[in-house]
C-alpha cells in the first residue's frame, strides 16, 4: 500500500496506478501484480482506508472489498442518474421519462460540453483578434481619416459603430461579473 500511493503521487497527483509502473513495481519489489492492483483499486475508490492498511488496522483484503463495492456503488444506474441529475436535469428528466438511455444521456452531455468548449475557443480567438486592435486604434487619428471609399468590404455605419458600443458595453459587463483583468 505504501508503494502503491507513493506511485500514485509521483504521476502527477493521478488517484491510479499505470499497469506499466504496477509491473516495474511487482518486480521490483517482489510483490503480486495482483496485490499492486488491490492496492490501486483500494487508493481509487476508498481512500480513506489507505492508512489503516498502511498502518495494519485493516488488511489489504478487506480494504480491497470495500473498494469494489464502492466502486459498484459509484458505477449503478442510481449514481449515474444523481450525477446527470446535478450536471444536466433535462438529460435526466428524459431518461426517467425513457426518451433517452442513461448511456445515451451521457453521451449527449458530454457532447453538450465538448461542443460548449469549442464555442469558448471559437469565442475567445474571435475576442483575442478583435479587441486588442480597436484598442490600439483608441487616441490616434484612425477614426478621422476613415473613409468609406476604401472600406475591404460594407463600409462602417453609425449603426455599426452603435452595435460595436453595445457589444463593448455588454463585454465590459460580463468582464465585470466574472472579475476578470
Same mark, same amino acid.
Given at each position: 500500500?505504501?508503494?502503491?500511493?507513493?506511485?500514485?503521487?509521483?504521476?502527477?497527483?493521478?488517484?491510479?496506478?499505470?499497469?506499466?509502473?504496477?509491473?516495474?513495481?511487482?518486480?521490483?519489489?517482489?510483490?503480486?501484480?495482483?496485490?499492486?492492483?488491490?492496492?490501486?483499486?483500494?487508493?481509487?475508490?476508498? &481512500?480513506? !482506508?489507505? @492508512?489503516? $492498511?498502511?498502518? #495494519?488496522?485493516?488488511? =489489504?483484503?478487506? /480494504?480491497? *472489498?470495500?473498494?469494489?463495492?464502492?466502486?459498484?456503488?459509484?458505477?449503478?444506474?442510481?449514481?449515474?442518474?444523481?450525477?446527470?441529475?446535478?450536471?444536466? &436535469?433535462? !438529460?435526466? @428528466?428524459? $431518461?426517467?421519462? #425513457?426518451?433517452?438511455? =442513461?448511456?445515451? /444521456?451521457? *453521451?449527449?452531455?458530454?457532447?453538450?460540453?465538448?461542443?460548449?468548449?469549442?464555442?469558448?475557443?471559437?469565442?475567445?480567438?474571435?475576442?483575442?483578434?478583435?479587441?486588442?486592435?480597436?484598442?490600439?486604434?483608441?487616441?490616434?487619428?484612425?477614426?478621422?481619416?476613415?473613409?468609406? *471609399?476604401?472600406?475591404?468590404?460594407?463600409?462602417?455605419?453609425?449603426?455599426?459603430?452603435?452595435?460595436?458600443?453595445?457589444?463593448?458595453?455588454?463585454?465590459?459587463?460580463?468582464?465585470?461579473?466574472?472579475?476578470?483583468?
Amino acid at each position: 500500500m505504501i508503494t502503491a500511493k507513493a506511485c500514485s503521487l509521483s504521476e502527477h497527483g493521478e488517484r491510479s496506478l499505470s499497469e506499466r509502473s504496477s509491473r516495474s513495481l511487482s518486480e521490483q519489489l517482489g510483490v503480486s501484480l495482483g496485490t499492486i492492483g488491490k492496492a490501486g483499486i483500494v487508493l481509487q475508490h476508498a &481512500p480513506d !482506508l489507505v @492508512d489503516p $492498511v498502511i498502518s #495494519g488496522a485493516t488488511g =489489504l483484503n478487506e /480494504a480491497y *472489498a470495500t473498494a469494489q463495492e464502492t466502486k459498484a456503488k459509484a458505477n449503478s444506474a442510481e449514481v449515474q442518474l444523481a450525477r446527470l441529475r446535478e450536471a444536466d &436535469p433535462e !438529460l435526466a @428528466d428524459r $431518461v426517467v421519462e #425513457g426518451d433517452l438511455t =442513461l448511456a445515451g /444521456a451521457w *453521451a449527449e452531455r458530454t457532447a453538450r460540453v465538448e461542443e460548449d468548449k469549442r464555442q469558448r475557443r471559437v469565442a475567445t480567438r474571435l475576442l483575442d483578434e478583435i479587441i486588442p486592435p480597436l484598442a490600439q486604434a483608441r487616441g490616434t487619428r484612425t477614426f478621422s481619416r476613415y473613409d468609406p *471609399a476604401y472600406a475591404s468590404g460594407t463600409p462602417i455605419t453609425r449603426e455599426t459603430i452603435a452595435h460595436a458600443v453595445t457589444a463593448l458595453a455588454e463585454m465590459d459587463q460580463v468582464w465585470q461579473e466574472r472579475d476578470l483583468p
